[in-house]
């Protein structure tokens, strides 16, 4: 069973850029299927989409990130990265890497359990 | 964006209720709403993909449904174990979009 494990530093200055790296273990990241993603969750609120990365290479962003954000693979360490440059306090959020299949449903079926992150100076 | 709305926000219920949570989607989304469920300190877990099919494991109880741009979560007989947030969630196109969550808390 695929589980995933995020990343990084948990406090950011404001205008920084956030790296990411979430870890996949118990499977191979290019074993085909899949796209590997990004969600963050702002404090008490809902859950945004941030874009993933397909098993082909080929990226998704939400349009609402405004260019900030981008999505990298690396297999020879089985992880993908997340970053998102000139971080604001609106930034602030729970972020977590999952695992979307890329037919059928292409349903989210694997999460990582997140990891905080928060922009402060 | 699609744009998907719960009802309702949240909700008090009882042990053994059957409870239904609506999500409207936007626009047309065919049958691609999936339903996960957050408990307070963790991660969502998937429940229901397709609008209608169970994720592995997940127990009976839980049925989904879809009429045209409203899609329904129903928990037939409440568990403990299911007081949580319940959101739904659009995989037909991009961006992918979640609705708000309705919380489901004992009354």
């Known amino acids: 069973q695929v589980q995933l494990q995020e990343s990084g530093p948990g406090l950011v200055k404001p205008s920084q850029t956030l790296s990411l790296t979430c870890s996949v273990s118990?499977?191979?990241?290019?074993?085909?299927?899949?796209?590997w993603s990004w969600i963050r969750q702002h404090p008490e609120k809902g859950l945004e989409w941030i874009g993933y990365?397909?098993?082909?290479?080929?990226?998704d962003y939400n349009p609402a990130l405004k260019g900030r954000v981008s999505i990298s693979v690396d297999t020879s360490t089985n992880r993908f990265s997340l970053r998102l440059t000139s971080m604001t306090a609106a930034d602030t959020a729970l972020y977590y890497c999952?695992?979307?299949?890329?037919?059928?449903?292409?349903?989210?079926?694997?999460w990582g359990q997140g990891t905080l992150v928060i922009v402060s100076s | 964006d699609i744009r998907l709305t719960q009802s309702p926000s949240s909700l008090s219920a009882s042990v053994g209720d059957s409870v239904t949570i609506t999500c409207r989607a936007s626009?047309?989304?065919?049958?691609?709403l999936n339903w996960y469920q957050q408990k307070p300190g963790k991660a969502p877990k998937p429940l229901m993909f397709?609008?209608?099919s169970l994720q592995r494991g997940v127990p009976s109880r839980f049925s989904g449904s879809a009429s045209g741009t409203d899609f329904t979560l129903t928990i037939s007989s409440l568990q403990p174990e299911d007081f949580a947030t319940y959101f739904c969630?659009?995989?037909?196109?991009?961006?992918?979009?979640f609705g708000q969550g309705t919380k489901v808390d004992i009354k």
């Open positions: 118990g499977g191979s990241i290019n074993s085909g299927g899949y796209c």
């Open positions: 626009q047309s989304i065919r049958s691609y």
């Open positions: 990365i397909s098993d082909s290479g080929s990226t």
């Open positions: 969630q659009q995989s037909y196109s991009s961006p992918r979009t």
């Open positions: 397709g609008a209608s």
């Open positions: 999952a695992r979307e299949k890329d037919y059928a449903g292409n349903e989210i079926d694997t």
